[in-house]
Nanobody, 116 residues
Framework: QVQLVESGGGLVQSGDSLRLSCAAS????????MGWFRQAPGKEREFVAR????????YYGDSAKGRFSISRDNAKNTVFLQMNSLKPEDTAVYFC?????????WGQGTQVTVSS
């Protein structure tokens, strides 16, 4: 089992930056890929970014490319999402995900609201 707790969301203005954090606990001795997804009201959950367990590879959804950056600190069992140049369409609940083998674990999400 892996427990994930997101933090760092909030209300910002268009063009601002935010840094989300996701702290993992439980089965943290395992190596696993971690990622961020988001879900806006009335829309399906959308892939944002993913990082391999060693941080060597990162992947981004189209909406995140060029503006968002994912990183991780395995010593602190934490993954980060740096979001720059935020837009109102980035408004969503952001969820942290950890993939251990074939099992996905999810956090409860943190709200990000970007006003125009």
């Amino acid at each position: 089992q892996v427990q994930l707790v997101e933090s760092g969301g909030g209300l910002v203005q268009s063009g601002d930056s935010l840094r989300l954090s996701c702290a993992a606990s439980g089965r943290t001795g395992s190596t696993y890929t971690m990622g961020w997804f988001r879900q806006a009201p009335g829309k399906e959950r959308e892939f944002v970014a993913r990082i391999t367990y060693d941080g060597a590879y990162t992947y981004y959804g189209d909406s995140a490319k060029g503006r968002f950056s994912i990183s991780r600190d395995n010593a602190k069992n934490t993954v980060f999402l740096q979001m720059n140049s935020l837009k109102p369409e980035d408004t969503a609940v952001y969820f942290c995900q950890a993939r251990v083998g074939e099992v996905d674990y999810w956090g409860q999400g943190t709200q990000v609201t970007v006003s125009s």
